[in-house]
C-alpha cells in the first residue's frame, strides 16, 4: 500500500473557480465558459464512507451524496449498499461492501432484535464497540477498498459517517484531503469528542438512555456515570485498538490522533424541531430533515386506498430493520384486534405475502413509500419504532405518531415525542390489546396531538435555505479553504485534565493547603512564645 502515487498538491476545481471568478468578473465571456465548466463535470471529488449494513444509515449518505452529485460534484460512495438509481445528470458512483449484508442478515438470525431492549447499558456499548472494530477491518480489508486505494484516483473531500469507526478516519490524509464527519443521530458523545463540544451531563442525556434534559437526581447520577464510563471506554478501549488497525491500514499517515481530531466540520442530522437543543461549537451544522424528498405520486392502489379513506388512515411500519413479520404472535394479535375494532383503515408495512387473520379495514405492504404516505391529507395517525428518520419525516408531515421503541436511539426519540407533545410512546413490552387501543384512541380524539404535529412542522421548515442547501454549502465551503482550522476551538487539543479544570484546581488547592499549614505554623511558634511567658509568670 504505497502512498506514493497518492500524495500530489491536490487542486480543489470549485477553489480556482472561484478565485478565478474574482479576477474575471469584468469579463462575462470567460465567466459564462468557467459557470459552464461548473455545472457541468468541473465539481469536485468526493468520497464518502457510510459503513454500517443498516438501510436507515445508507438512506442518510446516499440523501447526501446524490444532493451533491446533482450540484454537479464527482461522488464516490463506499457502503453496504448499491445505489438503485442514481441521479441521471450527476456522476454517482458506489463502492459496494460486497458481503456485508450477508454477514448481518447471518447475525440478525442469530438473535431476537426484540430481545435487544433487555440489554443493559452498561453491556451495549462494549457489545457496539467490538462490533465496530471488526466491521472496521472488514471495510479496510475489503477487496473493492483495497482496489480504491491502491488506485491513483485523487479526491478534493472525504466525507466519513461517525460510528465508533475511528480508523476510516485515515482516508482522508491518505488521499491528501480535509475530512468532514457525519453524525446519523445528532450530537452525541462520539462527535462531541472530535470537536471538542462540551455536553454537561447535568442536561445533556446520552443517546442511549431515555432521558429529557429535564433529569431528576438518579437519572443525572447514572447520566453522569454512564458519561465517564463511555469515554473511559472510548480513550482506553475503543481508540488503542482501532490505533492498531490505523498503523496497520495506512502506515505512511501521520499520527492517528492528529486525524482523529482533525474534521473539518460535522454535519449532524438534527435539528431545533427534532432534538433538544444542546451547546454546539461552531464547525457543527445541523442539516436535520435534508434527506426528505418532496412527495411522489402514490402507486394507484395506495392512491385510492388513502383518497377514499373518509375516517382516515393510521400508517404502521416498525422500519426497516425490525420486521413485523417477526412480531410473537401474541404482539401481532393485539395490534390484528385493535385495528379490526377501528373505523379506520390501516397501512401495515407487513414483510410477508399472507397476514393471518387480515381485517377487512387493514391494507399490507412488503415495502411501502413512506415519505409520500405521511405527506398524505388523510393519515392521521403513524404507529412507529420511534427511529430517528421515522421521526423526522413525520415532523416534517405534521403527523401524530405512536411510538413503540425497541432499541437503540428509539427510546431517546419515544421520549422527545411524548415530551414535546405530539404523540405517545408504548414500550414494546407493554403492547397488549388493551393498552394499544387505549394509546390509539387518545391519539385520533384529542386534536392537540395534531396541532402540536404541526406546529412541530412549521418550526422544522422555517429555515433560511433548505438543509440540503446548507449541507452543500459547507461540504463546498471546507473544499474552498482546504480544511476549516479557523472554525476549531481550542478545547480540542487539551488533555482531559486540563479540559476538566483538575490542575487548576489542584492548584488552588495547593495553595489553600499552604496558606492553611503556614498560618498553623505561625500559631504554632505563638503559642511556644506565649507559653514560656506564662511559665514564668507562674515562677515570679
Ligand atoms: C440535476 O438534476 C436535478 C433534478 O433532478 C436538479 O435539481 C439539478 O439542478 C441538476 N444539476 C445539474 C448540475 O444540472
Ligand atoms: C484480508 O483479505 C485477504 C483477502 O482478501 C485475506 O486473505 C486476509 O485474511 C484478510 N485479513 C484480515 C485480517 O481479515
Known sequence: MSKDNTIAVSIHPSHSFYSQL????????????????????????????????????YILGSALMRGLAERGHDVTMISPFSEKNPPKNGSYRDVVLTGFLEERERRSKEMDMFEMENLNLFMLLPFFINMMIESTELTLNHTNVQTLLNSDEKFDLVIVEQFMNEALKGLAPYFNAPMIAFSTIGANTWVNMLVGNPAPPSYVPDALLSYSSNMTLYERTLNTMNYVYAEMLYHFYSFPRHEQLYKKYFPNNPGFYDTLYNASIVLLNSHS?????????????????????????????????????????????????????????????????????????????????????????????????????????NVKLFISHGGLLSTIETIYHGVPVLTIPVAGDQKLNAQRVVSQGFGLSLGYKAVSEETLTQKVKELLENPMYGKTAKSKSEILHDRLVKPMDTAAYWVEYVIRHGGAPHLRVAGVDLPWYKYMLVDVVAFISAILLLTVYVFSKIMHMCIYFIKPTKQKLKRN
Open 273 to 377: 424541531s427534532t432534538n433538544q437543543p444542546v451547546p454546539y461549537v461552531p464547525n457543527m451544522i445541523d442539516i436535520g430533515g435534508y434527506h426528505v424528498q418532496p412527495p411522489k405520486s402514490l402507486p394507484n392502489d395506495l392512491q385510492e386506498f388513502l383518497d377514499n379513506a373518509k375516517d382516515g388512515v393510521i400508517y404502521f411500519s416498525l422500519g426497516s430493520n425490525l420486521k413485523s413479520a417477526d412480531l410473537p404472535p401474541t404482539k401481532r394479535n393485539a395490534f390484528l384486534r385493535t385495528f379490526s375494532k377501528l373505523k379506520q383503515k390501516i397501512l401495515w408495512k407487513w414483510e410477508e405475502d399472507v397476514l393471518p387473520d387480515q381485517p377487512l379495514n387493514v391494507k399490507v405492504g412488503k415495502w411501502l413509500p413512506q415519505q409520500d404516505i405521511l405527506a398524505h391529507p
Open 22 to 57: 474574482q479576477r474575471n468578473t469584468m469579463k462575462p465571456i470567460v465567466l459564462f465558459f468557467t459557470s459552464l465548466v461548473l455545472c457541468g463535470v468541473n465539481g469536485a471529488k468526493i468520497l464518502a464512507i457510510f459503513p454500517v449494513p443498516a438501510r436507515s444509515h
